[in-house]
């Protein structure tokens, strides 16, 4: 397996470049998924001034195994949002991203939810709303090895 180190300072530079997408955009809070996705939900949160910043859980990979189902547990109360950006570091399979979506369609039917990671792969069930790079090797990400 090819293997890619993503570093910090390339993680700075990709933030910035994620948040231009976000010029026409407002969010009421933003939804970080554990573990991956919290370095880039706490930089998009500061960079995007959200104060209403929560977390959920899912497991779909045991170190670099896929396992057969995703759990997903610690899901916030989002009653009162209107629309909420959901953060992942990396839409691999999708499978993640698209089970927390249809639990949030269930729990909460008026919300829009928007979706963003710094990586995507082409191969994945679903493309989030807003990405930075394309994946084509496992990626190393700085918060996870240094």
């Not at 933030?15 to 996705?37: S, W």
């Not at 963003?116 to 082409?122: D, G, I, M, R």
């Amino acid at each position: 397996m090819h293997k890619q180190y993503y570093g910090y300072e390339e993680f700075k530079f990709d933030v910035d470049e994620l948040c231009v997408n976000f010029e026409n955009e407002t969010f009421d809070a933003i939804v970080g998924i554990a573990r991956g996705g919290l370095t880039l939900t706490h930089f998009l949160a500061t960079k995007l001034d959200l104060r209403d910043v929560f977390t959920i859980n899912s497991v779909l990979y045991d170190d670099t195994n896929k396992q057969n189902d995703a759990i997903v547990f610690n899901i916030p109360d989002l009653n009162k949002y209107k629309k909420i950006l959901l953060v992942d570091d990396i839409i691999d399979t999708g499978e993640t991203m698209s089970n927390i979506l249809n639990i949030f369609q269930d729990k909460f039917p008026n919300l829009e939810c928007k979706t963003a990671s710094l990586f995507y792969k082409k191969t994945a069930i679903m493309k989030p709303d807003f990405m930075v790079k394309e994946a084509t090797a496992w990626i190393e990400f700085f918060w996870e090895v240094d």
